[in-house]
């Protein structure tokens, strides 16, 4: 058998960890060749808000502008 390269997981949206930011959420995309995702440079009231931004238009391109940037590497 094969080994195959593992996939990349989805972005996700979680909790800020900067106590500037306490209380609000941030969109973060698993990059290859990288050990932490990247930031997407938003803060989001809720999760819910977070969540639907990655689904809207504007969150695709910019989730898509990332992983190409990080590919060019």
């Known amino acids: 058998m094969k080994n195959k390269k593992p996939k990349l997981a989805p972005p996700f949206a979680a909790e800020t960890k900067d106590s500037r930011f306490a209380g609000t959420f941030e969109v973060l995309v698993p990059v290859p060749a990288r050990n932490k995702p990247h930031k997407v440079p938003l803060q989001f009231p809720t999760l819910a ?4 931004w990655m689904h809207s238009a504007e969150g695709k391109d910019q989730i898509a502008q990332i992983l190409e940037d990080a590919g060019k590497d």
Do not use: M, P
Not at 49 to 52: I, L, P, V
């Open 49 to 52: 808000a977070a969540e639907g």
